[in-house]
């Protein structure tokens, strides 16, 4: 396995980056998101977990930018982030991936990536076309290629550079749908059911990836479905139920919490 490692950029953090407090989501009479509030924390694999309905993609949604809260705030690096919209939010360094991946199919792997990183100065016309400009763009152009490189070779999917992204498996995509979230330099990443559908070989790979990242200082709240994987992985776990948060705390608060338990766990054999 690559002992590649990547580096995250310097950039000002506070201890706990995103910050949600009493948020709040109103779909004309229906409360998706019911005052909730929690804070992740620098460096961490957070997890966010609650039965089908309990607000997690919609919580997901607004800190995103993907939707206007009703009420409540979300802070990012302690800027209210509340009303900014998704590519205002990503580009200040909190960026998801998807349920689905969402890569560009008719374009190969190399090609998405190279769509991903910020401020690309070969986007303005007059800087591609202009003699004392384009150099600049070259240069730019190959710094990200190198660091598309750098990327693909991480995750272990170099040898599908080439490759049309309609052709990957769907573990290949999720792989990729994270490498271009990374090639946004984003200090926070929202994981959004990252593992549904992947392989146990592949599943193993991304988890290996997301816990180097953390030790490199990236932070993400992960939501997932397999119990296994969010108590065996996750530093922290935020329980949801109904839009709100019913319980906050690492693997053995949360298997012990008898309203978890009621609400969603059951009797599971990893709670005994």
Known sequence: MSQQTLTLSENTTTETPLRVESLRKEFGGITAVADTSFAVEKGSLTGLIGPNGAGKSTTFN???????????????DDTDITTDSPHEIAQQGLVRTFQI?????????????????????????LRSVLPGLREAVIKQEEKNRERVWEMLEFFEIDHLAGEYAGNLSGGQAKLLEMARALMTDPEVVLLDEPLAGVNPTLEQKLLDRIHTLCDEGYTFLLVEHDMNIIMNH??????????????DGDA?????????????????????
Not at 102 to 121: F, G, I
Not at 252 to 272: F, H, K, S, T
């Open 101 to 125: 991946a969402r890569e560009l199919s008719e374009m190969t792997v190399m090609e998405n990536m190279m769509l991903s990183p910020k401020h690309q100065q070969g986007e303005s016309l």
């Open 252 to 272: 053995d608060a949360i298997r012990e919490n008898e309203r978890v338990i009621d609400a969603y766990l059951g009797d599971p054999v990893w709670a005994q």
């Open 62 to 76: 607004c800190i995103t930018g993907v939707y206007t809260p009703t009420a409540g705030r979300v802070y990012f």
């Open 234 to 247: 996750c530093e922290r776990i935020i329980v949801m139920h109904q839009g709100q948060v019913l319980a």
